[in-house]
């Protein structure tokens, strides 16, 4: 049996509307599920003749007949699915996935997750997967049902209940839920998927993960019924979630730090004998870290350095949005009574209307004299990076990452404030 079937095993298991009973025909054993593309086609040109894509009286035709009578009517309509492919070499789960979508007639434009949706949706496919392997790197290896035995995982591999997930050195993962939930795993990360029940049609959900080892960013979505959770368990922490986006880092000894991106998150303690400790709630911007036997670190922000390293470290980088998380953070801090108390103590006026705006002369005027140059001067920069203007900063920094040109700074000096 080619490897590849066993990674295809779940989608065939009970098919789709178009396969739903298999035949027994040369090269297709009846309980056998299909390991080639002869075998896909010649199954649906069987269970649906009247599909657009099968040609008239393909009972006759050979299956490179067919397949090339298919393959011409589906690039005509801009569908390349079945271009390149060898009809006796062993498909996989990715190739699968796009070959049915194709004669469902669904979007071109669709991403991973929405292909397997859609077919579930119309029928075309009935599965027990909860998600799919949607962007990958390096080596990563799947464990089912508490099993010693881990395959690779490749693009559209399917994800279950109670798989455990492994990811090697300089490695990455993203698997996508079927609620469209994401879970993003760093390198040498360890995660096992304890419960996962959820009812689209209810918009209810029940998700247990549990992170041994390593990071784990999870980007969850909203607007579920109520009842429905979203739990993290980790040796020393739980985390439970309705709709938000954080990252659940666990060291080598057990230590937890959960940082929080958008929305808020309860956390709590294990206490020995397995009790929870203390619950609180830490929002965006905020960080905390749990130790053994329940002891826990005070609440605070998120340093901009961990987010860089966030930000680089993930594979959907954009996730990550640094300026709002921390003007979120910088919301809390600023209602702070003991911050406002050392800032009125330092003299430092926090009202923007009468705040005057002593850096800025200077700054403009070497801005005036760098317009014929490439890049900003370094002095210059710096100087307008200092000044009090937090809120312009902020649009500077989240519009130009990099140094900007002669143009966007002749766009940002208009959009500065008039100052007397």
């Known amino acids: 049996m080619p490897k590849n079937i066993e990674n295809t095993r779940f989608y065939f298991s009970a098919f789709f509307a178009i396969t739903i009973t298999l035949f027994s025909s040369p090269g297709f054993c009846g309980q056998e599920p299909v390991a080639n593309l002869a075998q896909l086609i010649k199954t649906i040109t069987y269970s649906q003749p009247d599909n657009p894509f099968i040609p008239p009286n393909s009972e006759t035709m050979s299956s490179e007949e067919i397949y090339s009578r298919i393959q011409e ?43 397997k949706l859609y077919l579930k949706e119309k029928g075309f496919i009935s599965s027990t997967d909860i998600g799919l392997a949607t962007e990958l790197k390096g080596e990563i290896t799947q464990f089912h049902d508490n099993s010693s035995f881990g395959r690779s995982v490749a693009l559209a591999t399917p994800l279950f209940q109670f ?16 609620d469209k939930s994401r879970v993003i795993l760093s390198s040498a990360s360890n995660i096992s998927i304890d419960k996962n029940i959820y009812d689209p049609e209810e918009r209810f959900r029940k998700m247990l993960f549990r992170v041994s080892k390593g990071t784990a960013h999870f980007v969850v979505t909203k607007a579920m019924k ?40 309860e956390t709590a303690p294990r206490l020995p004998g397995g009790k929870l400790g203390k619950h609180v709630f830490i929002g965006a911007g905020e960080m905390q870290t749990l130790y053994k036997n329940g002891r826990t670190s005070r609440i605070k922000k998120v340093p901009n350095r961990l987010l860089d390293k966030l930000q680089k470290n993930s594979l959907i980088k954009n996730n990550i949005k640094k300026p709002e998380v921390l003007r979120e953070a910088n919301k809390r801090l600023n209602k702070s009574k003991s911050y406002k108390k050392r800032m009125t103590e330092a003299g430092i006026n926090r009202d923007e209307k009468t705040r005057k705006p ?29 000044m009090p203007h937090p809120s312009t900063l902020n649009r500077f920094r989240s519009r130009h990452q990099t140094q900007p040109t002669p143009k966007a700074l002749q766009n940002i000096l208009h959009q500065l404030p008039a100052h007397p």
């Open 226 to 265: 109520k009842g429905s959770t979203f739990t993290v368990i980790t040796p020393y922490g739980v985390a439970a979630v309705r709709g938000t986006e954080f990252v659940t880092v666990v060291e080598p000894d057990g230590n937890t730090r959960f940082i929080v991106l958008e929305g808020k998150i």
């Open 358 to 386: 002593e850096a800025i002369n200077p700054f403009l005027a070497n801005a005036k004299n760098t317009m014929s140059q490439q890049t900003l001067d370094h002095q210059a920069l710096s100087t307008f990076n200092n």
């Open 73 to 115: 009517k589906m690039r005509h309509q801009g569908i390349h699915a079945l271009e390149g492919r060898n009809l006796r070499a062993p498909l996989s789960n990715l190739e699968f996935l796009n070959i049915v979508y194709a004669f469902s007639g669904g979007s071109n434009s669709k991403d991973l997750i929405s292909k």
């Open 163 to 178: 798989d455990r997930i492994k990811t090697g050195r300089k490695s990455r993962a993203t698997f996508t839920l079927d």
